[in-house]
Nanobody
Framework: QVQLVESGGGLVQAGGSLRLSCAAS????????MGWYRQAPGNQRELVAT???????NYADSVQGRFTISRDNAKKTVYLQMNSLKPEDTAVYYC??????????????WGRGTQVTVSS
């Protein structure tokens, strides 16, 4: 009923920038928190940044000051602007959202992920 589709990943050199997007679609009544997580090979999935429906953002220490999360509620889309990228930012980035479908309680949904590779 709800799909989250990420886009914007790719290969970039260290120090470069990328902008990820994630659009939600389906029978959506409302969207609460949205966020980005990442998982590098051999590692657990970790929080990158989250943003409330009111626009309050929270960041992992490792990306604070380099990444910016934002959202467009009308477009049901969350963005992640990533600057000053480092090789250790290489991972699959997943979009996450707490979505209330018409007639249901809020549930957590995940996108399929987009690969970000930062070369040194």
């Amino acid at each position: 009923q709800v799909q989250l589709v990420e886009s914007g990943g790719g290969l970039v050199q260290a120090g470069g920038s990328l902008r990820l997007s994630c659009a939600a679609s389906g029978s959506i009544f409302s969207i609460n928190d949205m966020g980005w997580y990442r998982q590098a090979p051999g590692n657990q999935r970790e929080l990158v940044a989250t943003i409330t429906s009111g626009g309050s953002a929270n960041y992992a220490d490792s990306v604070q000051g380099r990444f910016t999360i934002s959202r467009d509620n009308a477009k049901k889309t969350v963005y992640l602007q990533m600057n000053s990228l480092k090789p250790e930012d290489t991972a699959v980035y997943y979009c996450n959202a707490v979505v209330r479908v018409v007639g249901d309680i809020p549930r957590v949904y995940w996108g399929r992920g987009t690969q970000v590779t930062v070369s040194s």
